[in-house]
């Protein structure tokens, strides 16, 4: 038994793509999946800071605009974002666990989609007080010298990983005493967050200062957020998956992650592609055939006249419901499916919740397969194992 068919870890746009498509096979007559996405940040990760580029200006969202879309679908399809600090992923058996500083998870495939470093509350403060090196070292040369001569006396703290001496070399020696610098090492778990002040809240203490610069540099020099994981890494620390973003057997990463090129497109294109391909791994682990996504992939269509893509109900699967229903004028409704709200009906919504087998369920209850079938068309129930 386990949590979730499939656990995507990081909500940022590579995670939230993946989400949304490991479970949107919705107009297919297909069986979706379970999915669950942990994130220690509310979703958005580095792209809702400001105003973000797809490929140039005619493609292109306001702040928080992208993440406003991708969470419509989220909330549509009722995937759970659970906040968490993943620590460590580690396969048993056919399972993977993926633990957080408060509790443990269970799935058949796992989604990294953690980014180059963790995010905090950095958007509220961006550009006030709080900035990046984002645009090169030519660009930060200018910056440096107009920030020392204005802010004379002041403090700059400095966020990176321990490349960023690069970046601080650089400052310092354009600096020339005229501003106090402090650095803050983040090995990826300890910053908490920032605070008006400015203050960088670490897991120890908190630090003060008049301006933060985080060293994006730095964290492309080397990544923090790829530790919880154990599998094929470059130098940099940036996790090595194929083109279907498949690290191994039901691991796949997405996004920044995966390494440079560091762009929304490219998280987007790869939370696609790990959603797909995670949803396809769960479903030959379950069913021992190739899931029928077609335009996506060939269908593999076998010729039989009795063909239906959704598979025999097998007495050991076990069903689980996916969100929530309501009930309106005496139905049970759900998206695109509703029941009589009859006490019959409420008592199988109640055992469908991935502990107990369709066997159990048949036992106690008779037949119940009908309404089986019309909440997997609806894309309301799964099948786990
Ligand atoms: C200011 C700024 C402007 C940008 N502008 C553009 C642009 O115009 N065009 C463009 O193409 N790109 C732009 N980018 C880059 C783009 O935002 C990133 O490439 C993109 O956000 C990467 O998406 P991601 O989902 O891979 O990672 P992220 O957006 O970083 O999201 C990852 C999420 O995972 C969470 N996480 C990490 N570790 C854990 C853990 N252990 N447990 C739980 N959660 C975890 C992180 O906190 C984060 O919320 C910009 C970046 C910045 C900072």
Aim: with cysteine; aromatic share 10%; proline share 3%.
């Amino acid at each position: 038994m386990y949590d979730s068919d499939v656990i995507i870890i990081g909500a940022g746009p590579a995670g939230l793509s993946a989400a949304i498509r490991a479970r949107r096979v919705r107009t297919y007559n297909l069986l979706t999946s379970s999915v669950m996405v942990i994130s220690n940040h509310p979703p958005g990760g580095l792209s809702d800071w400001t105003k973000v580029r797809m490929t140039g200006d005619g493609w292109s969202y306001e702040k928080g605009e992208l993440i406003g879309k991708l969470m419509k679908d989220i909330d549509d399809y009722s995937i759970p974002i659970i906040e968490g600090k993943v620590q460590k992923i580690e396969r048993e058996g056919d399972t993977y666990r993926v633990i957080t500083d408060e509790r443990e998870y269970r799935s058949l495939a796992v989604v990294v989609a953690t980014g180059m470093r963790m995010t905090c509350n950095e958007n509220e403060y961006f550009g006030l007080g709080l900035f990046g090196t984002l645009k090169g070292y030519r660009f930060m040369e200018d910056y440096f010298e107009e920030l020392c001569e204005k802010e004379k006396g002041k403090t700059i703290v400095f966020v990176g990983t321990e490349e960023m001496e690069h970046t601080v070399g650089l400052f310092e020696k354009i600096n020339q005493g005229r501003m106090k610098v402090k650095k803050v090492l983040d090995h990826g778990m300890n910053i908490k967050g920032y605070r008006e002040g400015m203050y960088v809240l670490t897991e120890d203490e908190e630090i003060s200062g008049d301006r933060i610069l985080i060293d994006f540099e730095s964290y492309m020099l080397k990544t923090p957020t790829s530790d919880i994981v154990q599998c094929e890494k470059d130098d940099n620390g940036f996790i090595q998956s194929d083109r279907r973003c498949k690290v191994k057997d039901g691991l796949f990463a997405a996004g920044d992650i995966s390494g440079p090129p560091f762009s929304l497109a490219k998280a987007v294109g790869e939370g696609t592609t790990a959603g797909l391909e995670s949803y396809r791994y769960v479903y030959r682990k379950k069913f021992g055939k190739e899931a029928p996504i077609f335009a996506f992939y060939p269908i593999h269509y076998s010729g039989e006249a009795t063909y239906f893509e959704v598979p025999e109900l097998k007495d050991e699967y076990r069903p689980r419901l996916l969100g929530s229903y309501d009930v309106i004028d005496g139905k049970i409704v759900f998206r695109e499916c509703s029941l009589d709200s009859t006490e019959f009906n409420h008592r199988l919504l109640e055992s469908c919740d991935g502990t107990r087998t369709l066997g159990e369920i048949r036992e106690e209850m008779g037949e119940v397969d009908p309404t089986i079938r019309s909440l997997i068309d609806g894309k309301d129930l799964t099948l786990e194992v």
